[in-house]
Structure formats: structure tokens, C-alpha cells
């Protein structure tokens, strides 16, 4: 059975940069049919898309949010990690990761099959 | 950029009835939509793919529809733990972006 958990610091100052990491279980994050992903849910509000990966590096991210975000993938762990840089309040979300499958005949995948549990990030001095 | 808009935002119904919740995109797109159902505190679910298709040991009572700007989810028959959030979502081509609806919370 296929496990994404997330992990990182809970609690990050104004101005500093979020790090987490996404641990997956039961699978390998090299499995070619697969990217792997981040998104998030700020309080009270819906699901934001913030970028994917590929095990061989390949990344994609929301344009809204591409000024600040780095998402990386070590194979040798079977993690990936998210950074978001400069941060403020309006990042307090809980962050998701999960894992996105490639549909027959597809170049990107569509959907998130598997989701980790979240983590709620909260940014305050 | 695609917008996916979501309606009603707020449903309430009771167990027994039957759930219709609506995703129209800004553009035609593919068929490639999804829905997943959220409950707080827990991780999202992959229900329906493809527009229509049903994810792995997802109850036949789920089922969707749609094409061109206009998608639907059905629920058939609300069993109490369906009660939750509803979100759709999309790829876009070009530039690649995954994009989400704003969510239906479907309340007793």
C-alpha cells in the first residue's frame, strides 16, 4: 500500500524559507509512470496546485507561485521536498503531497491518485 | 489560464437524496477532469477520473458526466459519510498547470 508522509518544521518566521519533505512508502518514486506533487490548503480556503516532479528532475509549477518555489526529488531516499522562499502570513496552509499517475498515451499526468495526510505549516514571528 | 468554477458552494441535503454538483470551466477543455472528495483532517480522495471513470473502490452511487465546459458529479443516493468537500480539477495543456475548482461542501 502506496504511503506519502510529510515532514518538516511546523512553524516558520516571516521572510524565511518553508522545507518539506515528502516521504513515499510502498513504491518507488522512480516509477516512470508517475510525477510526484505538492499542494496546499490555506485556512477556510480551497486547494491550490503548487508544482510537480519527475524522478528525473523534470519540474512544472504554478506560475502564481514560481518565483519562490523549488521542489526536488532524491531517488536514493524516495523523497521529494518543497521549498517556498520569502515567505508570509498568506503561506499558512496545510501542505499536501502526493503522487500523480501518467494515463495511457499521455506526455503529463492528470490526476493525484495518492495523497499524504498534510502537514499545517504556519508562518508568524 | 483555465478557471474551474464550482456551484452550488454549499449544498444541503439529507441522507437518502441524491447530490448534484456542478464544475464549469472558463474554456472547452479535455475530459480529463477529476473530483475528489476532502473531509477535514484527512488526506483528499480520488473519486472520479477521466470525467466519468471511477477510481478503484469508489461506490457505484458515484458517478460523473460532462464534456466541452460543463461537468458533473452525481451522488445517487447521500450515504452520511459522504458528507464533505468536493473539489474538481484539470490539467491544462499549455503551459502545464493543475488547477482545482474552489469546492462544493455538501453539508446534512
Known amino acids: 500500500q502506496l504511503q506519502l508522509q510529510e515532514s518538516g518544521p511546523r512553524l516558520v518566521k516571516p521572510s524565511e524559507t518553508l522545507s518539506l519533505t515528502c516521504t513515499v512508502s510502498g513504491g518507488s518514486i522512480s516509477n516512470s509512470s508517475y510525477y510526484w506533487g505538492w499542494i496546499r490548503q490555506p485556512p477556510g480556503k480551497g486547494l491550490e496546485w503548487i508544482g510537480i516532479i519527475y524522478y528525473s528532475g523534470t519540474t512544472y509549477y504554478n506560475p502564481s507561485l514560481k518565483s519562490r518555489v523549488t521542489i526536488s526529488v532524491d531517488t536514493s531516499q524516495n523523497q521529494f521536498s518543497l521549498k517556498v522562499s520569502s515567505v508570509t502570513a498568506a503561506d499558512t496552509a496545510v501542505y499536501y503531497c502526493?503522487?500523480?499517475?501518467?494515463?495511457?498515451?499521455?506526455?503529463?499526468?492528470?490526476?493525484?491518485?495518492?495523497w499524504g495526510q498534510g502537514t499545517l505549516v504556519t508562518v508568524s514571528s | 489560464e483555465i478557471v474551474l468554477t464550482q456551484s452550488p458552494a454549499t449544498l444541503s441535503l439529507s441522507p437518502g437524496e441524491r447530490a448534484t454538483l456542478s464544475c464549469r470551466a472558463s474554456q472547452s477543455v479535455s475530459s480529463y477532469l477529476a473530483w475528489y472528495q476532502h473531509k477535514a483532517g484527512q488526506a483528499p480522495r480520488l473519486l472520479i477520473y477521466?470525467?466519468?471513470k471511477r477510481a478503484t473502490g469508489i461506490p457505484a452511487r458515484f458517478s460523473g458526466s460532462g464534456s466541452g465546459t460543463d461537468f458533473t458529479l452525481t451522488i445517487s443516493s447521500l450515504e452520511p459519510e459522504d458528507f464533505a468537500v468536493y473539489y474538481c480539477?484539470?490539467?491544462?495543456?499549455?503551459?502545464?498547470?493543475?488547477?482545482f475548482g474552489q469546492g462544493t461542501k455538501v453539508e446534512i
Open positions: 477521466d470525467a466519468s
Open positions: 480539477q484539470l490539467r491544462s495543456n499549455w503551459p502545464p498547470t493543475w488547477t
Open positions: 502526493a503522487r500523480l499517475r501518467l494515463g495511457p498515451h499521455r506526455l503529463l499526468p492528470d490526476l493525484f491518485d495518492y
